[in-house]
């Protein structure tokens, strides 16, 4: 590509400037407010594809599961009001799980504007930071010969410090002039290092301390500073947490790890938290999730000594008054951190084995009531995939309860290996899981991907399987979703259940017959009754190529992975709720 090129459409110019920025796949639905983008991408269609969902909500959560994959901003494109509203959650996600992204809006033709004209939306209102909304940056680009200029700043400002989510709404009228604009070079994020004085002082602190423990989460994280995290904890045999939904950050293997921080955590890990005398916080936001309400952590003064590393200043101090903040990149602190020689020999490698007990112990389940066992149904998946060779799934998930056999028994890789393995979202949001499969699926067709799905997450966005029908090619690997069903809303029943037990309201389901709804969009389906009818039908849809759906039954009874409906009733009922 030219550094002048000639004349063409600005839509046109758009697209050269996201292929320049390395993007060879967009997600969208399309509008008649972005059509000469639309021609862009028949322009380009050798370089970059658009892939037209069914509901911007599914095309805004696959580009965020985009840029988890990838670690640049997933891109997704949709119109006006209607279709910038629909993609509001996928937007709201990549803020709060901290994913570059940049969702382009079609706008009104600069001559309607503020007239409220068909469709419009003033979008620096409603995402905008200044207005308490979701996005890091939004924009409007009113004159072709900038849109390079807006481009690139939209990809460093998804990526830099905290990354996060970027708007750019472009007028209609804009999209259709002609431009000779240029096309600018790829950027890459500027990277912030520790300072020789933090990396002096969080050494003295470790080696000051007794029960010191790793919590590694956020975003920004690449292979490389995921191998240098773990030689640093090996060096400092180190027990390492996950924060919520950044399991993958750390091999759940590693004699090391520790388990996940986050919804459901091992009541032991949690003791540990709380008894630990240094947290080293490196990456994670400290989120209610990641600290247990505020109450691992007390804020704002927790009793721990504690680092929090993390590349963004706004996070730094927002609610914890810690005794040591440092603003670094993970490619850059994580290397800094392995650089720091460990004494001999350590006075806590019994607390450390004792994490990695607590660990084991926790993976250890016990036959809940009814025929299906949904830990045996995690631990048998994991058991097939590496025994045929498929051991780097990537596993997606939304919101629900189903997700804590997932957070609990699956043993993620670490993307210290290679790749992320989980995609879920910590904003809780339901409905991530199937487009987030697709997007993975879609992005890299090596890869094997499950995605276990609750009956009231997989509604929400189950349109994308004929997205996935449509897109998948001969070289797409095995796509398999489990959808649990409970017939209930069951977290929401779980909490009733707890302040008013008895009184069901609003959470039962009426479920359709979710095999029949599967082949309907072409996959195949099975139903599953029993765990040990799980196994085969898993290693069948393993071995062929059109993507699968398995419904499994589950009893509501079975509410969480570690307790049952009646058990919370009968305790809540003595405690006088
Ligand atoms: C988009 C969205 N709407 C509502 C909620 C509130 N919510 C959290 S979990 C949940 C129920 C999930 O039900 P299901 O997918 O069936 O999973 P289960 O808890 O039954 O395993 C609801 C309604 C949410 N997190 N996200
Ligand atoms: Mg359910």
């Not at 709201?92 to 001559?111: E, K, R, W």
């Not at 600290?291 to 007390?298: A, M, R």
Request: with cysteine; glycine share 10%; proline share 7%.
């Amino acid at each position: 590509m030219s550094a002048t090129p000639a004349s063409r459409l600005a839509g046109h110019a758009l697209v050269e400037a996201l292929v320049a920025q390395g993007v060879d796949t967009a997600f969208g639905v399309p509008g008649e407010s972005f059509l000469a983008v639309l021609d862009g991408f028949h322009e380009h269609r050798d370089r970059i594809r658009f892939i037209a969902c069914r509901q911007e909500g599914g095309a805004a959560f696959m580009a965020e599961a985009q840029g988890k994959l990838t670690g640049r901003p997933g891109i997704c494109f949709v119109t006006r009001g209607p279709g910038a509203t629909n993609a509001s959650i996928g937007l709201h996600t990549a803020y709060q799980d901290s994913t570059p992204m940049i969702l382009f809006v079609g706008q009104v033709g600069s001559d309607f504007r503020d007239r409220e004209a068909f469709q419009e939306v003033d979008y620096r209102a409603m995402f905008g930071p200044s207005t308490g909304g979701f996005a890091k940056w939004v924009a409007e680009v009113d004159r072709p010969e900038r849109l390079p200029e807006y481009v690139a700043r939209a990809f460093h400002v998804a990526m830099q410090g905290r990354p996060g989510p970027v708007v750019l709404a472009l007028p209609e009228d804009m999209l259709m002039q002609s431009t000779d604009a240029p096309v600018l070079p790829r950027v890459e994020p500027a990277q912030a290092w520790p300072t020789p004085g933090a990396l002096r002082r969080i050494r003295e602190m470790l080696v000051a301390a007794h029960r010191p423990l790793v919590i590694a989460g956020g975003s920004g994280w690449t292979a490389a500073a995921c191998q240098a995290l773990q030689r640093f904890a090996e060096d400092w045999q180190l027990p390492v947490g996950c924060a919520f939904r950044f399991q993958d950050l750390f091999d759940n293997t590693h004699p090391l790890y520790a388990g996940d921080v986050g919804i459901g955590i091992n009541p032991k890990l949690a003791q540990r938290v709380r008894e630990a005398d240094l947290i080293l916080a490196v990456g994670p936001r400290l989120g209610e999730m990641t600290t247990g309400g505020y109450t691992l952590l007390e804020a704002p003064r927790p009793r721990q000594q504690l680092i929090h590393i993390h590349a963004g200043a706004e996070e730094l101090g927002r609610v914890y008054a810690a005794d040591l903040l440092v603003q670094a990149s993970m490619a850059c602190a994580a290397p800094a951190l392995a650089s720091l020689a460990a004494p001999s020999p350590l006075p806590w490698t019994d607390w450390t084995a004792g994490a990695r007990a607590d660990r084991e112990a926790n993976r250890v389940s016990t036959p809940p009531p009814g025929p299906m066992d949904l830990a045996e149904v995690v631990k048998g998946m994991q058991r097939v995939l590496r025994e045929v060779g498929r051991g780097d799934a990537v596993f997606t998930n939304g919101a629900g309860n189903y997700s804590g056999w997932l957070h609990r028994y699956c043993e993620y890789g670490g993307l210290a290996s290679g790749q992320r393995t989980q995609l879920a979202p910590t904003s809780g949001a339901m409905g991530y899981g199937v487009p987030a499969a697709i997007a993975a699926s879609l992005l890299q067709p090596g890869r094997t991907v499950i995605n276990m799905a609750g009956d009231g997450d997989f509604l929400m966005t189950g349109q994308e399987l004929a997205t996935a029908t449509g897109y998948r090619n001969a070289q797409s690997g095995p796509l398999v979703v489990l959808v649990v069903d409970n017939g209930t809303y069951g977290t929401i029943r779980m909490h009733q259940e707890r302040e008013f037990p008895g009184r069901v309201s609003g959470s039962d389901l009426f479920n359709p017959d979710f095999a029949m709804l599967a082949r309907a969009h072409g996959w195949e389906a099975a139903r599953i009754d029993r765990t040990e009818d799980f196994e085969p039908a898993f290693r069948a849809a393993l071995a062929r190529h059109t993507p699968t759906l398995l419904h499994l039954k589950l009893d509501a009874e079975v509410i969480t992975s570690r307790t049952t409906l009646s058990a919370l009733r009968a305790a809540a009922q003595a405690s006088g709720a």
